[in-house]
């Protein structure tokens, strides 16, 4: 049988063919494609403007840019997320301040993000693991009353919805990855939702050394910049992605309904919430039971031709987060999630019956 990974990207052939449409064009970095990547984007978020960077991580790093966020100032975040979510705020000069996940969403904690707020706080990065939207009432009621900014790590919600909004919508910054294990990918690249067109023109300066061009011939530099602009390449897979994002979507819920119920429930792990309205199941995550060594796990699995991922470690405890004061004990919920936490194989080619495997496969493994 053939060995199923964790994910996998799902790209059509007509896109496969655009692709080479474009790498014959004579056009191949950021033109029309990304253009047109980034208009078909502001669509699906419900008319704002979007602008796209080559990595989830460039847009977040942008988006605390463009929302006044830099030296001294503290950003309130979750341990259990892509270390890029943190990464991003040392990177312009400022200071993330970790609380601890919810146990139930593995979300960050909101009322503990609460308590956090200091008269340094400027900004929230709520990240949605999993696909699994915070709750974006209760998080853009906080950072009204508190004055905060916030830019949503969206990486992993493209598509997912909060009370029957998508996700990108509405809310302050929005920001999105298209890596390739993402729902919908372009290999390579990300999206940012701007609150208002005020900041279009600061955010295509900041995604390019800091240029701003005028008339025929004039250039001007006022800030520098990253390199962090999309090609064309990459816009025309993401181009072919997105008009089956709805079609992905409907199937990943489809596959996470079935572990829902040919999962063991004796087995003693802890499934995830069961959210088919707006979760848009980018990971099927169980955390397993104190008794079973992760690494046995996975390895175990492995014999059986059946891929796990891990999402993530605590980040709080890496060697750079801990030199910065971070200890292990202050989140205790993040830590033993993080310890634990094995994502099961789920993408939208995946067959039903490789449901079943799995959950097979698991039951002996975990025996
Ligand atoms: C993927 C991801 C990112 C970073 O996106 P890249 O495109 O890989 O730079 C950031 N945060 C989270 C939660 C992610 O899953």
Request: charged share 25%.
């Amino acid at each position: 049988m053939d060995f199923l990974p964790f994910t996998r990207p799902d790209i059509d052939e007509a896109t496969i063919a655009g692709v080479g449409d474009v790498l014959r064009s004579g056009w191949i970095t950021t033109g029309p494609q990304a253009k047109a990547f980034e208009a078909a984007l502001s669509k699906h978020c419900g008319g704002r403007p979007v602008r796209c960077f080559n990595s989830g991580t460039a847009t977040m790093e942008i988006g605390l840019r463009l929302a006044g966020i830099g030296a001294g100032h503290e950003v309130i975040t979750t341990p259990l997320s892509w270390v890029a979510t943190a990464n991003v705020v040392l990177e312009v000069g400022g200071k993330p301040v970790f609380v601890d996940v919810d146990p139930r969403t593995r979300n960050i904690d909101l009322s503990a993000a609460e308590a956090a707020v200091t008269s340094k706080t400027q900004g929230i990065i709520p990240v949605d693991l999993a696909g699994l939207p915070v709750d974006r009432d209760r998080l853009n009621d906080l950072a009204k009353r508190k004055k905060l900014r916030v830019v949503e790590d969206a990486a992993q919600s493209f598509g997912a919805s909060w009370k029957g909004k998508q996700i990108g919508s509405f809310g302050d910054f929005v920001s999105f990855s298209f890596h390739a294990n993402k729902n919908i990918t372009s290999a390579e690249g990300g999206a940012l939702v701007l609150p208002d067109e005020s900041y279009a023109g600061r955010c295509e300066a900041l995604r390019l050394q800091g240029v701003v061009r005028s008339g025929e011939d004039g250039m001007e530099v006022e800030e520098p910049g990253g390199k962090f602009n999309l090609t064309d390449v990459a816009a025309r897979i993401g181009l072919g992605q997105l008009p089956r994002l709805a079609d992905f979507t409907l199937r990943r819920r489809t596959l996470a309904r079935r572990y829902f119920q040919l999962w063991d429930r004796g087995l003693g792990c802890e499934l995830p919430v069961d959210d088919f309205e707006n979760s848009n199941w980018h990971m099927f995550q169980v955390v397993l039971p104190d008794r079973m060594p992760r690494a046995k796990f996975i390895a175990g699995m492995r014999d059986h031709g059946i891929g796990v991922g891990v999402h993530y470690p605590a980040m709080h405890l890496f060697k750079l987060y801990r030199r910065l004061g971070w200890r292990e004990g202050q989140f205790p919920h993040a830590e033993r999630i993080g310890r634990q936490i094995a994502t099961l194989p789920l993408f939208p080619r995946m067959a039903d019956t490789d449901v079943d495997r799995v959950c097979e496969a698991a039951k002996k493994v975990l025996a």
